[in-house]
């Protein structure tokens, strides 16, 4: 794998060699995570398919913006498409967890000519009805109205996850090293825009073929969410994956790459 740097965008960067008549797979990680999380499916992966992992927005080794209206999803959509631009790829099969779920959605509606498949893992779905969210949301507006406070723009590193292999959803030391490493304003402002993307009626609108993929000790996004949200997504495709977590990207990487590869 090739690294390197969008610099228009500020985006960080992954890919193989790019082969002509392969499928191209380009995936998006989750909320306080990077590329890196990516690193086991790129060695089992990149013999076969054309390969992009990226760091997100605030993320990882990309560019950290200081401003709150800078962490809506749009703009991370637009980083995917000016990524894709710029690759010279016109088709792909994304592939993307947690909180790159509400980003990989917005981005097959904006652009639905370049995604032929999707597959969400962990998909953020029905978040109103997680009592987690309900306690914390008013509390979240406050935070972020003082972190402009934390100003620094300087990139974070990527995590070893094989450091932390298995983790629970909960895995409070590898959390805070994300955490240090993503900085607490990207955090909480990326956050807040997902308590605010209030997206559950955009799922419906997928026409492409889905797959779903989600733990069934799911202990942040319940797995019952997900059997609704087969539901609602024409021509869908449910696996789910037993005993997986909500890290299942982490946890689970054989189970997942078999999924991937049998639905591509």
Known sequence: MKEDYLSERGIYYRTNDFKGGRPTLVFVHGLLGSSSAWAPYEKLLQGNYNILTFDLRGHGKSVRPLKYREYEVRYFVKDIAALLEHLHITECVLVSHSFGTLIALQYLLAHPRMVKKA????????????????????ALGAICSVLWLFSSTKSGEHLDYARFTPTSDWAWRRILLELYSM???????????????????????????????HGKRDSIIPVNNALHLATKIPHATLELINPANHQLVINNVPEVTKAIEGFV
């Not at 893992?121 to 949301?137: C, D, F």
């Not at 990207?186 to 209030?198: N, T």
């Open 119 to 138: 597959i969400f893992m962990a998909p953020i779905y029905g978040t109103r009805s997680i009592r987690l969210v309900k306690l914390t949301h008013y």
């Open 183 to 213: 900085g607490p304003r990207s955090y909480f402002y990326a956050l807040a825009h997902i308590y605010k993307a209030r997206k559950d009626s955009d799922w419906q609108h997928i026409t492409v073929p889905t797959l779903l993929i």
